[in-house]
């Protein structure tokens, strides 16, 4: 039986050099209920021993509308754009080379299975608010309410972006308690800080090795597209919620 409570508390920083540097030692065998492949893996590094959400690109199981080996890089241009943001929202993610080949490396956080967006209630509208806004922006096709997830910190974190940054809308999510709603002024700044993050080194150069060309283009007009209309989108005609919704 694995000990989660042994995954040690540190920063974020710490744990983005823990996956760079550390050594992949084992697989605690895959995650149950997921749609691809996806292992719980420990790495070490300098005496530290922790746990990470390993996703190998030949374990993604195709998809009509997403090109075929490329959900591992989706999930670590979402934690770039988080990191942006400056709202620390996903979990530190790289891409790097694993027993099962290349794919995403995602710290682990630890969390009661039982809390999720369902069970917050009003408590945590503030980080809700940032995730709402956060999926709105690389377009996530896949909110569920156990993406969510409360670490031992008391932070709301954000989980599963494979599903992220098609060109054409998809946004599908179960957090639609700000539709409509001005987005308050200080995230308005954040976008914008975003905007100009994105034209430049080092996030510009990182998010073409993750995404294509029309896919950062998309990326930038749907910023434009919250920046003029300075509201929370309203869910449209087509399936904007995921099912099942858990």
Known sequence: MLDFSQQPQISDKEALILLECGELQETHGLI???????????LAADGREALAIYKPRRGERPLWDFPDGTLCQRECAAFLISEALGWGLVPPTILREGPHGVGSVQYYIPHNPDENYFTFGSKYERQLRQIALFDCIINNADRKGGHCLLDE???VRAIDHGVCFHTQPKLRTVIWDFEGKPIPPHLMADLEQLCMKLEKP?????LKL???DDEIDALRE????LMISRRFPRPGPGRNYPWPPI
């Open 32 to 42: 149950p209920w997921s749609s691809n492949y996806t292992f719980l893996i420990a």
């Open 153 to 155: 910190k008391g932070r």
């Open 202 to 206: 080092p996030l510009s150069d990182q």
């Open 210 to 212: 993750l995404l294509t």
């Open 222 to 225: 749907r910023l434009d597209a």
